[in-house]
C-alpha cells in the first residue's frame, strides 16, 4: 500500500484527466507527490518484487498441478492474480534455454579440430583417388568414362586434403573447367560446396557447429510453432465457442509447461547423467497434455485422449517439415 501523500493538484501528471479519488480514471496513475525519498524507493522495489513473486508462484502452482485450469481462469477473466501468458512464456523459454547453455557440452562447437578418425576418412579418400589413377593408367577404364574419371579423380582429392577455406573453391574451379554436360548436378554441386566449406571452417567440429546452429534458432522455431498448435487445437475444437485466442492461450500455457518440465529435467539429470531421462519425460507430458484438454475444453477422458492423439501427431508431422526446412536454410545460408 502506498504510503506518500496525494497531490493537492486533481490534475493526473500523466494524462491531464482530473483525478477523482487516489488513481486516475483514465490511466491508472497514482496521484502522489513526484518527490519520492530513498525509502518510498526503496518500499516500492520490494512491493513489486513481492507482487510479482506471488503471481508467479499462483501461476505456477495452477500450470502444474492443475492441467488447464490456468487457460480456463484466465479466458473466463480471471486474470489478475497470474502473470501474462506472454510474459510466463518469453521468461521461461530464456530460463530453459539459459540453463540448456550452462549444463550442456562445454567444449566450443566453433574450434577446428581434425581428429584421427577424420584423417582417416582423408586417407582413405586419396587412396581411393590413387586407386582410379593407377586404373586410367593401366587402361582399365571405358573411354567413354575417362572424362568422368578424371573428374571423380579430381574431386577426391579436393575432399581427401584438409584445407583451410580452400577445398570448397577448388571444387568449384574444378566443376567450372568441365563441360557442362560432365558436371555434376546443380544441387549437388551446392551441397558438396557448401559441405566442404563447413568442413574446412570447423574441420571435424563441423556436425558439433552446425548442431549449435540449430539450438540457436531453436526459439525462434518454437515462436512460430505455437501459432500452428493454437490452429490445430481449432480444428480438432470447431464447436468449442472459443476463439482463436482462447486457443492460442491454452497454446502458450501447454508450451510454457513443457520448459518448465524441461528446466526439472536439465537440473535432475546433473545428478543422473542420463540419455533416456529426457525420452520417459515424454508420457507425464502427453498425461498432462491429455488432462488439460479435457478441462480446458470440457470433454470426457475419452475425447481428451483421442483429439489429443490427433493434434499431437499432426503438430509433429508440422514440426519436422518447419524443422527440416530451417535446417535447409541454415545450413544453406549460415
Not at 502522489?32 to 506471488?54: C, G, M, N, P
Not at 557440452?105 to 579418400?125: S, T
Not at 583451410?164 to 574444378?174: E, G, K, P, Q, T
Not at 556436425?207 to 512460430?224: C, E, Q, R, T, W
Request: net charge positive; charged share 20%; hydrophobic share 45%.
Amino acid at each position: 500500500m502506498s504510503t506518500q501523500h496525494l497531490r493537492k493538484d486533481k490534475t493526473c501528471l500523466n494524462c491531464g484527466q482530473e483525478v477523482q479519488v487516489r488513481f486516475c480514471s483514465y490511466c491508472g496513475q497514482e496521484n502522489v507527490q513526484t518527490k519520492e525519498s530513498f525509502r518510498h524507493l526503496v518500499s516500492h522495489f520490494f512491493q513489486d518484487i513481492t507482487h510479482y513473486d506471488s503471481k508467479f508462484l499462483t501461476s505456477l502452482k495452477f500450470l502444474f498441478f492443475y492441467p488447464g485450469l490456468l487457460t480456463k481462469e484466465y479466458i473466463n477473466g480471471k486474470r489478475m492474480a497470474y502473470i501474462n501468458p506472454i510474459r510466463l512464456y518469453v521468461f521461461t523459454s530464456f530460463v530453459f534455454f539459459l540453463i540448456l547453455g550452462m549444463t550442456g557440452n562445454r567444449d566450443n562447437p566453433y574450434e577446428r579440430e581434425v581428429q584421427a578418425k577424420q584423417q582417416k576418412e582423408f586417407e582413405a579418400m586419396l587412396m581411393q583417388a590413387d586407386s582410379l589413377q593407377d586404373a586410367l593408367r593401366q587402361g582399365r577404364v571405358a573411354p567413354a568414362d575417362t572424362a568422368s574419371t578424371r573428374n571423380r579423380i579430381q574431386v577426391l582429392r579436393v575432399m581427401g586434403t584438409d584445407t583451410i577455406r580452400n577445398a570448397a573453391h577448388l571444387y568449384d574451379s574444378i566443376q567450372q573447367s568441365m563441360p557442362p554436360q560432365m558436371r555434376e548436378d546443380w544441387w549437388e554441386r551446392k551441397i558438396q560446396t557448401r559441405t566442404l566449406e563447413m568442413r574446412d571452417k570447423y574441420g571435424t567440429n563441423m556436425g558439433k557447429a552446425f548442431a549449435d546452429k540449430v539450438l540457436y534458432s531453436f526459439p525462434k522455431l518454437m515462436f512460430l510453432l505455437l501459432p500452428f498448435f493454437a490452429l490445430l487445437l481449432k480444428w480438432f475444437f470447431r464447436r468449442k465457442s472459443w476463439v482463436y485466442a482462447d486457443h492460442a492461450i491454452f497454446s502458450i500455457h501447454f508450451h510454457t509447461f513443457i520448459f518448465m518440465f524441461g528446466i526439472l529435467g536439465m537440473l535432475l539429470n546433473t545428478l543422473l547423467h542420463s540419455e533416456t531421462l529426457f525420452g520417459w519425460m515424454m508420457i507425464p507430458v502427453f498425461l498432462y497434455f491429455v488432462f488439460a484438454v479435457r478441462n480446458a475444453y470440457q470433454v470426457s477422458t475419452g475425447t481428451a485422449l483421442l483429439r489429443s492423439l490427433g493434434i499431437l501427431a499432426a503438430y509433429a508431422l508440422g514440426t519436422i517439415m518447419v524443422g527440416f526446412i530451417s535446417i535447409f536454410l541454415i545450413f544453406a545460408f549460415s
